[in-house]
């Protein structure tokens, strides 16, 4: 009706409210009761000889075209009644040699498009006698093919699709002819503009891509003219709707107490969200209890299904739904896997504002073309990349759009789970994963699937080689998610070195800025602790060459908890720009063989004497803060009399190594104190 509507079409709907008794038109033969409305409709039409009326399919077809043009295209075919053509014949194979020879065009009838006048069309309808599940193309192809009737009735095909576009077919013929008004339906095979765009057969998915755009939807001069349209308005509301957030955990997930930390920082009314989680990963058990102790009362609930409940993915995500359709409380349903990172507070309402029955944000892998929806589907049901799939991912077409396929995220009403999806097992069909059954499902029942890119919504992060083993295991992740990486272990001023001289200089070319977060620092810290094989601070030292060190410190090599690759890419990713900074025309190769994180204490070791490092420069990152972790502490350059006694946890101080920065490290008096020392360029 939108399209419709668009153009002014004085619209009858034949049946409406009527149960439909036509069979399942999508799979096999039917469709008769549309005949016998048309007819019941046309008795009272049957005198009015310049009445021209138009039938079509209801549910599976848009307008590309307004009412004067179609008129404009009927009367020029100068035939008082025209059916829509296609090039496949149905249902009875048998009868397409009776059909009529044509030079050029689609040959064989097509019943889902009639346009004609009104006293002849009245004429063909009268004759049906049959069921309401009998077949209607049977019906009007037996009628067309009789010569007689054919020549008295007027009657021919609209061959070249002037008027009428059948999909099925002919999807290689179609393509969008955009407009500064409107955007139009090209059939490249007959250079036609076709009015009426029918999804017959199983080309549903097709017409709706084509209703992306056709006829007003969107285009390139104004973009989406009717996102806004039909929209919820939360401000004018008296409560917020209630939502169940389902979460679930069904592979170990990097950044997961991140993830609920989004989800707390929501901006929504948090006594309107229950929470619903899945948890299927053992090691996962410590960040949900965590979360779960420091947040208990600021949701309306929170429920927790772990991996003692031996669930399946699609058991899991049908309980999660089921929650939410059996309690008439709950307007919507927003399920979330722990690899989206939210980082657009304001998701949820704009989500609830779109209006949808299913609607998801856009998120995409960090730069990858990887997204949580398909634009097109292979004739298999698996993905398939539709025209317009990188110009929705990059934001060069923003709006929202209808799609076959969404995972990771989306946004259901209640009233949908309670009417068109109230079965109870949606995510369980043949062999598909979950994500695959639920949209098929969705799919049959005509409940259209939508994701929007109006707005930067956050991101999806990869969890393909995400090792458990570590006590922290995130800190291994600056390749696999750099950007959450970053946001998780870089000091939050990191950036104003470059942006505001954010640096010191407390002694001759020693220079102090924030690289690492406390939290980076707490989780090397306790990494190191757990790893727990401490040297000692002895000379002998089989993990170096020539075994021996002639100033040792009490430390772990970053090479002994499989963190030395890791770490010399935060080197060059973080140290080099500030060497550049700092130490002008000098590029480092960022590379070092000593990375290690020293432990001094009173009791084992709490100083260490003067001496050179043996690199060009040296990184000393403070991992613990002076005052309530340790007393004492910091480091003395000789050369200049100059000490850095009050390290600041996350800071690191750069100083060149040899020749003429003799230093030592000053007594730790009280506590524990924790640095990570890099020796770069040796």
Not at 250 to 262: A, D, I
Not at 365 to 389: P, Q, V
Request: hydrophobic share 35%; aromatic share 12%; net charge negative.
């Amino acid at each position: 009706m939108q399209s419709a509507n668009y153009f002014n079409y004085t619209v009858k709907v034949l049946g409406l409210g009527e149960e439909w008794k036509g069979g399942d038109v999508g799979h096999s033969i039917g469709g008769g009761q549309k005949v016998r409305l048309l007819k019941e409709a046309m008795e009272s039409l049957a005198d009015q000889e310049d009445l021209v009326v138009l039938s079509v399919d209801s549910y599976d077809l848009i307008f590309a075209g307004g009412p004067k043009e179609i008129l404009r295209k009927f009367q020029q075919a100068n035939h008082k009644v025209l059916f829509s053509a296609e090039g496949l014949i149905w249902p009875d194979k048998r009868l397409a040699d009776k059909y009529p020879s044509v030079r050029s065009g689609k040959r064989f009838l097509n019943s889902g498009g009639i346009i004609g006048y009104a006293p002849y069309i009245n004429k063909i309808v009268k004759q049906w006698n049959l069921h309401d599940n009998d077949d209607d193309q049977l019906f009007y192809t037996k009628i067309y093919l009789d010569p007689l009737q054919r020549d008295s009735l007027n009657m021919t095909l609209d061959h070249k699709c002037h008027i009428f576009q059948n999909l099925n077919g002919a999807i290689d013929e179609v393509l969008l002819k955009f407009g500064t008004e409107q955007v139009r339906v090209r059939n490249t095979v007959y250079d036609t503009l076709p009015l009426v765009v029918h999804g017959n057969g199983n080309t549903k998915m097709y017409l709706n891509y084509l209703s992306n755009y056709v006829p007003n939807t969107w285009n390139y001069e104004r973009g989406c003219d009717i996102c806004d349209h039909n929209m919820v308005d939360l401000s004018q509301l008296k409560d917020y709707p209630t939502v169940l957030v389902g979460v679930f955990i069904e592979q170990p997930s990097p950044f997961l107490s991140e993830f609920f930390q989004r989800l707390l920082t929501l901006d929504y009314p948090k006594d309107k969200l229950n929470v619903f989680v899945h948890n299927n990963v053992v090691y996962h058990e410590r960040h949900i209890q965590r979360f779960w102790e420091e947040n208990r009362n600021v949701f309306s609930s929170f429920k927790v299904v772990g991996p003692e409940e031996n669930l399946s993915q699609g058991e899991a995500r049908n309980m999660g739904m089921d929650i939410c359709r059996k309690d008439t409380g709950c307007a919507y349903y927003l399920s979330m896997d722990t690899d989206v990172m939210l980082t657009n507070r304001q998701t949820l309402k704009i989500l609830i504002e779109q209006n949808r029955k299913i609607i998801g944000p856009l998120v995409t892998r960090h730069g990858k073309l990887w997204s949580n929806f398909w634009g097109a589907l292979s004739l298999d049901g698996y993905y398939a990349r539709s025209e317009d799939y990188v110009d929705i991912v990059q934001g060069k077409r923003v709006g929202v759009w209808n799609i076959p396929f969404m995972a990771h995220i989306y946004l259901i009403k209640g009233e949908a789970l309670r009417n068109e999806l109230k079965e109870r097992n949606y995510f369980v069909l043949e062999k598909l994963d979950p994500d695959m059954a639920l949209c098929r499902n969705a799919r049959e029942m005509g409940v259209f699937m939508y994701i929007t890119n109006q707005y930067e919504f956050g991101r999806l992060i990869s969890t393909a080689n995400y090792n458990t083993s570590h006590y922290n295991s995130d800190l291994w992740q600056i390749f696999e998610n750099p950007v959450d990486w970053k946001e998780k272990y870089i000091h939050a001023n990191y950036t104003r070195i470059f942006t505001e001289n954010l640096l010191e200089q407390p002694c001759p070319d020693v220079f102090w800025f924030p690289v690492f977060s406390e939290r980076a620092c707490d989780e090397i810290v306790e990494e190191m602790e757990n790893y727990g094989s401490w040297s000692g601070g002895k000379h002998e030292d089989k993990r170096i060459t020539g075994g021996y060190e002639t100033v040792p410190t009490d430390d772990i090599h970053m090479k002994q908890i499989g963190y030395d690759k890791e770490w010399l890419h935060f080197i060059r990713e973080f140290i080099s720009p500030v060497t550049l900074k700092v130490f002008s025309g000098y590029y480092t190769k960022g590379y070092a063989i000593m990375n290690f994180v020293v432990k001094y204490t009173p009791g084992r070791q709490s100083f260490l004497r003067p001496h050179h490092d043996s690199s060009t420069f040296t990184i000393n990152v403070a991992l613990n803060s002076k005052g309530s972790d340790y007393e004492g502490g910091g480091c003395r350059f000789h050369r200049y009399n100059c000490s850095l006694e009050s390290p600041r946890k996350g800071w690191s101080f750069m100083h060149p190594g040899r020749l003429t920065h003799l230093h030592e490290g000053l007594p730790t008096t009280n506590g524990t104190r924790y640095i990570a020392v890099s020796f770069i360029d040796p």
